[in-house]
């Protein structure tokens, strides 16, 4: 037997080597126990601890259900006589299918620290099911490849992996044609034809091994679910650009993969570049990153693009990226899959209505829209527009940026662009009319709750009345509509500019009056009244032309460019003057009159104010009366003449209550208050200090909410407490800051005067 022993080691066993150590290790135990003990741990390792050699006092006809056979095998008691068995057979070799992963792997810690999370919570008395999800060329099988060869030891048997191809041109592979691939990975060679068959072999094959397998490119959860094993000890990977939220019935964990963040998209581009070149050429490597939208694929197309010619500037690399074929088409590699092929490969396996839903948001001039926008582009109700909506998410070609908003990935967007020029020319035309509508009616909504005085222009015109109506009931809800579409307004107006709607964009521009008015946003204000003026004109609306120069006039105002605005409200004087229109006359004036002052001519601006507070009380305008009074109440303040500044703001506050003007009311009521208290009514002008703060940061007020804290500031240090005002400077200067106001430099300038001493603790008595 020792003879036997040591040929076997040196030169492995076969079926029928294995057959005749198990008769003579049950006959030559007891006489060779060191011996038999060697043979059984030799035998367990060459087969995987799966046939059990008997003893003697386990000499029986089993075969236990870790038992596998690889060619040739007997299986019996007792024999008599001789046995050979001469085909030598070997067992397969320990599957590891498992894709390359790409030298250059970056940026992924958090996902592959998720991942580990998720492993170490599996159940031990069921397979683990894991989906990877994420959007065309974002790294999802690069990323799972990488994390299970770092858990190599945890699975025995083998990484097994299938490409479904799922988004491929062609039709996807067979679940058939799959399963027999995975089985022969296992040594399995005679094989059933039929589908239900194939399945069961395939979990009664893998039952107790320990393996992991990789599903890539997988289109529906059911496809997936056809080959899911039975083993305990196994993990399945699902990588999609689908969520596959089906497979939730199977215990499946998810996890969606984003685009990588600028500093690792620039880390990947190093790697493949060279650190030194994309230090020489930051800025535009940093272009490359934002016009690949920081898609792994694309980086990598771009890489290879760029290593290849050394020689020539990356800026050039840029031009080609923003020019021509654009993005899709330039970034390929010698014949490789482009963008533009997976992106396609997306959109063809996208249900009829999802495809008609993002053809028709493709033509938007946006990326980020909710299912009230969706629904008036596609002429449908929200709830069918959410519906869609959750398509295109599911597919990963919107992603989800809160909880009721969406958006396009900017290469996915530029994809859908594509797909919605093929779009008749009449469905272009009503998609893009009805979202402007949209715009339309929701800022106007917003604006009759917010200023419902300057609503006085008459009717807006709709080409596709948005139904039902938006409803913003109170300030805060109709402030908050207009900070969350912002941008979108912002495109909405430029587009509608661009392609010659006129009457949109000049109502457009005047609806948006309480966003300019409450958020002072300097440059779009002043950008929306050229175009807002522009389109008047060639509308040939005089009334609206002179809104747009009062309004625009009063945005280059506020902005400090106090030139510009004498040049704007004089038009708009003279343009009154033409039309014989008092009431235009008098906001001309005002409007004069406060740009004067800006600009430091204070008797003339005194003069404008009172000429417009003259002409708004004979045609019995009172809220603009009011507003003038304002105007000379500011200018008594500055001049130090509290006492007129009191009765010029007080009147000036009843009159605008008494017209139901909250916004206007509260902010004449703040510069009375700072009158009061430099007047020496401290309580009174405290109170309506403070009334005024609160009512600002509620309705989210940010610039005139920074003005009252200035004020409170400014009244805490002439009352010599400084700790006090640098607190109220403290929290105005973010806020005038922010709204680009010519005060947020003062109050700077506040802030550098040294903090305080604090006062010294009391000696102990």
């Not at 050699?53 to 089993?62: E, G």
Request: contains cysteine.
């Amino acid at each position: 037997m020792a003879t036997q022993w040591a040929r076997l080691t040196k030169t492995g066993a076969g079926a029928g080597d294995i057959a005749s150590l198990a008769e003579a290790l049950a006959r030559y135990g007891e006489r060779d126990a060191a011996l038999a003990e060697k043979l059984r741990h030799w035998v367990g390792r060459t087969l995987g601890n799966r046939p059990r050699l008997p003893d003697r006092a386990d000499h029986h006809n089993v075969m236990d259900g870790f038992g596998q056979s690889w060619g040739m095998a007997v299986q019996a008691r007792d024999i008599l006589g001789g046995i050979h068995l001469h085909e030598q057979v070997t067992r397969p070799p320990v599957p590891r299918q498992l894709l390359p992963v790409p030298a250059h792997f970056t940026g992924r810690e958090n996902d592959l620290d998720a991942l580990d999370v998720m492993r170490s919570a599996r159940r031990a008395d069921r397979p683990q099911v894991i989906v990877v999800s994420g959007p065309a060329g974002v790294g999802k099988t690069t990323l799972v490849s990488q994390w299970l060869w770092q858990h190599k030891e945890e699975f025995p048997d083998g990484h097994l992996y299938a490409d479904l191809k799922g988004y491929s041109p062609g039709p996807p592979v067979s679940p058939s044609d799959i399963l027999g691939d995975l089985l022969r990975a296992f040594g399995r060679k005679e094989l059933p034809e039929k589908l239900p068959e194939l399945t069961a072999l395939w979990r009664s094959v893998t039952a107790e091994l320990r393996f992991a397998l990789v599903l890539d490119n997988v289109l529906t959860a059911a496809v997936a679910r056809l080959m899911l094993p039975s083993a305990s000890g196994s993990l399945v990977v699902v990588t999609s650009r689908h969520r596959l939220t089906g497979l939730v019935t199977d215990g499946a964990s998810f996890r969606h993969v984003g685009t990588l963040d600028e500093g690792a998209a620039v880390e990947l581009l190093s790697l493949s570049v060279g650190h030194e070149r994309i230090a020489r050429e930051q800025s535009a490597a940093r272009q490359v990153v934002t016009l690949c939208a920081s898609l792994p694929l694309a980086l990598c197309l771009a890489a290879a693009r760029i290593t290849a010619r050394p020689e020539q500037p990356m800026a050039r690399f840029v031009e080609a990226l923003t020019r021509g074929a654009g993005p899709l088409g330039t970034l390929a590699v010698e014949g490789d899959r482009t963008m533009q092929t997976v992106l396609d490969e997306s959109y063809a396996a996208l249900a009829p209505d999802a495809a008609d839903a993002y053809r028709r948001l493709g033509l938007l001039p946006i990326t980020v829209f909710d299912a009230s926008l969706a629904g008036a582009a596609l002429g449908s109700d929200e709830h069918e527009a959410d519906r869609r909506l959750q398509l295109l998410l599911d597919v990963n070609l919107l992603e989800a940026v809160d909880g009721s908003r969406y958006r396009f990935h900017d290469l996915v967007h530029t994809h859908a662009v594509q797909r919605g020029r093929q779009e008749a020319d009449a469905a272009r035309e009503e998609t893009v009319g009805r979202f402007l509508d949209w715009c339309l009616a929701g800022a106007t909504a917003a604006e009759e709750t917010l200023t419902p005085s300057h609503r006085t222009l008459g009717p807006r015109t709709y080409r596709h009345p948005p139904a039902p109506p938006c409803s913003l009931p109170d300030e805060g809800t109709a402030m908050a509509w207009l900070e969350t579409h912002r941008e979108t307004l912002a495109a909405a107006l430029r587009y509608a500019a661009d392609a010659g709607w006129d009457d949109t964009v000049w109502q457009l521009t005047d609806a948006l009056w309480p966003l300019f008015q409450r958020l002072r946003l300097y440059e779009f204000w002043a950008d929306a009244h050229r175009r807002g003026l522009a389109a008047a004109r060639r509308a040939g609306n005089r009334r609206a032309e002179a809104r747009m120069l009062t309004s625009g006039g009063i945005g280059l105002r506020s902005a400090g460019r106090w030139e510009d605005a004498v040049e704007w409200f004089r038009q708009a004087l003279d343009l009154a003057r033409e039309t014989s229109d008092r009431r235009d006359e008098a906001q001309a004036l005002n409007g004069l009159g406060s740009s004067l002052k800006g600009a430091g001519r204070r008797e003339e601006a005194e003069r404008c104010f009172t000429e417009a507070l003259t002409l708004r009380e004979e045609i019995g305008y009172r809220r603009g009366a009011a507003l003038s009074r304002v105007r000379l109440g500011e200018l008594a303040l500055e001049t130090g003449n509290f006492a007129r500044a009191v009765a010029f703001l007080r009147r000036a506050c009843a009159d605008l209550d008494a017209e139901n003007d909250t916004y206007d009311g509260t902010r004449a009521g703040a510069l009375l208050g700072f009158a009061l208290v430099q007047q020496g009514d401290e309580r009174e002008g405290l109170d309506r200090l403070h009334t005024a703060r609160e009512h600002f940061a509620t309705t989210g007020s940010g610039f005139w909410h920074g003005r009252v804290l200035d004020m409170l500031g400014q009244l805490a240090a002439h009352r010599g407490d400084t700790a006090g005002a640098r607190k109220f400077f403290e929290q105005a200067f973010p806020l005038l800051t922010a709204a680009g106001a010519p005060e947020a430099e003062r109050v700077a300038e506040r802030l550098k005067e040294p903090e305080p001493e604090p006062p010294e603790a009391p000696e102990p008595s």
